[in-house]
């Protein structure tokens, strides 16, 4: 129905990785993966309805109680190739069955606020005999000794045995003729065999076998000769232990797996679960409503936000399909068009897949067939095609998969080519798209496909609004207006002069161009340069001026010279900087009175108390004087 490329354009993979992020459980992930939008008006009602349920369950703060479900396809998988299941893995699937009749419990208390989802538990079996008879067999992850008769009385017999070994070995221990001979003064079980740590230096004086050796070979692990037959004892006994143990987990297995049908529908059963409630969870963090749907052509977005941007979305506010079909959207770069396309692409994806989308209540979604985009650069480094050739590729072979439950989105239509070639190929396969019952949107700066929808009946502009204040788009969409590129707006704002633009809005519409010849004597002068040449300041001595290289003033210590530089006192020290590097902020006349001495400007402190001390015979000063020259 859709192709993967409208998939990853809109970005309905990325809004289904935000969604796996709820689940809690590799069930409810799986399903999020084959979810897939889908064109049947009953089957969205009832996705949506789906979801509508969670999120009210959601908002009642209740949690699905999902247990034991984690490792529990691993188990099964083992059921169906017929082996044996371990004691740990029996108590996995006793964790699931007790998990299924909470759930089970859990949903059909909840069926006056989610009667669809509560109807699902119906199908859902509980197996009190299997758990039973798990809890019979298995216990702390082993086959209990009470699983059966034989088992007990094997495994009491073994302790016995056991009891006898340590009695034995305890007895060797104490026996004062081997206590020069043994190292550790304990027992030590290596492999099922009891030993004693000998001195590797005795290793042939103790009769018995050896079993182990340390790392440095200084100790020996034997097991003496005085408990072999009891060990041959004890080995008979686990032989015939794992025998009965291997019984009873093959009938236990068996009993599971004459169950695995109605396991394997509670696991779907559960991972449906889990996918809902992720949809509610989802719905929740988004604030999202369950929009109304259609399936003739007629959408309309109200307060709607792109689920991926967060508190970034404007809300949007868009209508098409009931007066008009088609719409053309105008407006200057960076205003929001092409999220525009994307949103309403992406809102259309989520609904058919019966997601909640965040807008108001009014809102309401037609569901297609097809949904096509032509969004980007789609430029072939491979196969050398140009920006202008993709694009065209890209719309031949949209052409030839629509059909009239066909939702387009086109951005920049027409564009990297020449434009009336451009705007002309746009327009014809606008014509075309729209004649085959297509639903399109498009954007583009092109005025001829502007008049184009101005003229036709089942099209309408529209506009993104603009500040042209402050030259900021709002990213509102504006239905009904005709908007543009604000060129003419912007260059009267950066003072072109006027007759530059009453001449370009003249070419607008006539394409009648001035084209006389000028002579040389007449060349127009300039007249930013005529306003400079009248604008010319002459510096004075004590101008407070801006260094434009740095940003910061400084005050005129020396006026123009022939090469047109100044002297400029700046941080202490004075620098030369041409007229043009440098711009007036106050005048002298401004800053000073007119009995001012401009300059002490350019003395320190330090040396106008020097001159004032030394004109009044300071002794002091001319001490200071005199070293300073001496120092010289």
Not at 85 to 114: V, W
Not at 449 to 469: G, P, T, V, W, Y
Not at 579 to 601: C, F, G, H, N, W
Request: proline share 3%; hydrophobic share 40%.
């Amino acid at each position: 129905m859709m192709n993967e490329m409208t998939y990853e354009t809109l970005q309905f993979n990325e809004l289904k990785e935000r969604l796996k992020g709820c689940c809690s459980s590799e069930l409810g992930q799986r399903l999020v993966d084959r979810l897939h939008p889908s064109n049947q008006l009953k089957a969205v009602e009832d996705r949506l309805r789906e979801t509508s349920e969670a999120r009210t369950l959601v908002d009642l703060d209740t949690h699905l109680p999902i247990v034991g479900v984690a490792a529990i396809h691993r188990t099964l998988s083992k059921l169906e190739k017929g082996m044996i299941l371990e004691p740990a893995e029996f108590t996995g699937i006793a964790d699931f069955l007790r998990g299924c009749r909470k759930i089970k419990q859990f949903m059909n208390e909840k069926s006056f606020f989610a009667p669809t989802l509560s109807s699902y538990a119906l199908s859902m079996t509980e197996l009190p005999q299997v758990e039973n008879e798990i809890a019979a067999v298995i216990s702390n992850n082993q086959v209990a000794s009470t699983a059966s008769r034989q088992l007990g009385r094997i495994r009491k017999a073994m302790e016995s045995t056991k009891g006898k070994i340590q009695e034995r070995l305890q007895k060797f221990l104490r026996n004062p003729i081997n206590k020069a001979m043994i190292q550790e003064f304990f027992i030590s079980q290596k492999d099922e065999h009891y030993t004693i740590p000998i001195k590797a230096s005795y290793k042939h004086q103790v009769e018995g076998v050896i079993i182990e050796q340390s790392a440095k070979g200084a100790t020996v692990f034997i097991e003496p000769a005085v408990i072999a037959k009891l060990t041959n004892e004890l080995s008979i006994l686990r032989a015939e232990e794992a025998v009965e143990e291997y019984q009873l987990l093959a009938a236990l297995t068996g009993l599971v797996t004459e169950n695995l049908q109605a396991i394997n529908i509670n696991i779907e059963v559960i991972g449906q679960y889990d996918f809902a409630f992720a949809k509610g969870k989802f719905s929740k963090q988004m604030e999202g409503i369950a929009p109304r749907v259609n399936e003739h052509g007629y959408c309309k977005l109200v307060g709607c936000k792109h689920p991926l941007l967060g508190s970034q979305a404007i809300p949007l506010h868009f209508e098409i399909g009931a007066t008009y079909r088609g719409l053309i959207i105008t407006g200057p770069n960076a205003g929001g068009k092409t999220v525009v396309l994307k949103t309403i692409g992406l809102l259309t994806l989520a609904t058919m897949a019966g997601l909640h989308i965040s807008g108001s209540p009014e809102t309401e979604i037609s569901l297609f067939n097809q949904i096509y985009v032509d969004i980007g650069d789609n430029q072939s480094m491979e196969n050398a095609l140009s920006t202008f050739s993709s694009h065209m590729k890209n719309i031949a072979e949209i052409m030839r998969l629509a059909d009239h439950r066909t939702l387009l989105l086109f951005d920049e239509i027409g564009s990297g080519t020449e434009p009336n070639e451009g705007a002309a190929l746009a327009i014809a396969s606008l014509e075309e798209f729209y004649q085959m019952g297509c639903i399109v949107v498009a954007t583009t700066h092109y005025g001829e496909i502007k008049r184009f929808s101005e003229l036709h009946d089942d099209f309408m502009n529209a506009a993104m609004q603009f500040k042209n204040e402050t030259l900021e788009p709002t990213y509102q969409l504006l239905i009904g207006t005709s908007g543009d590129s604000n060129a003419l707006w912007i260059a009267r704002k950066m003072a072109l002069l006027d007759r530059v633009i009453a001449k370009a809005e003249l070419y607008m519409k006539e394409k009648e161009y001035d084209l006389a010849k000028v002579r040389s004597e007449k060349i127009r002068k300039s007249p930013y340069q005529q306003v400079e040449e009248e604008l010319v300041y002459e510096y004075a001595v004590g101008d407070k001026v801006r260094l434009l290289a740095y940003g910061e003033s400084g005050i005129i210590y020396r006026e123009r010279d022939p090469y047109h530089n100044v002297l400029v006192f700046y941080k202490g020290e004075f620098i030369e900087v041409n007229v043009k590097r440098i711009s007036l902020e106050i005048k002298a006349i401004d800053l000073y009175p007119p009995s001012y001495d401009l300059q002490t400007l350019f003395t320190s402190f330090e040396e106008r108390k020097l001159e004032h001390d030394l004109a009044r015979g300071s002794k002091k000063a001319l001490k200071k004087l005199q070293k300073e020259s001496r120092d010289r």
